[in-house]
């Protein structure tokens, strides 16, 4: 019989000497497997998020102050509703945010990303092309207009900087 990684004879000499068995040690591999196993059963909410480009720029837009990551900036988009696809919702949270249609093409990339137990999202990112320009702002502080070279320099959300790393990569 084992005994915290000895054998219980020697689990026995040392409790006879007032000693106590080495705690087991935790490998980096077994953190890696329960964080694993922790992040398959937390439930991730799918959100797309539109990459817009007009004339070498990428449109971004900062996030309601008031709200959840207040301030920081985005790719506009939202969350995807049940039984909707990544594509019909992201056109539909557009025209809500910004009252403007949008064509949805290539998806960019997916990331998966957990907001310290507050929120677990799979950002999809997809290039879009708005049939018009004339928006109006109603979610958002803000809107800009980035040249690539810029993208980094502005206070991305922690996924949204994963998309525009992603996005640099594939221009």
Known sequence: MRVGGLESREAHNLAQAGASPAPATITKEAIKSLFCVRMSLMKFLDVGAAVILREGKILLAQRNRNKFLGGKWEFPGGKIEEGESVKVGLAREIL?????E??????????AHEYKSVININLHAYFCQPKNIDFKISEHENVAWVVPAELLNYDLAPADLKIAKALLKNL
């Open 102 to 111: 949008v064509v949805v093409g290539k998806l960019l990339t997916s990331v």
């Open 96 to 100: 809500e945010e910004f009252g403007i």
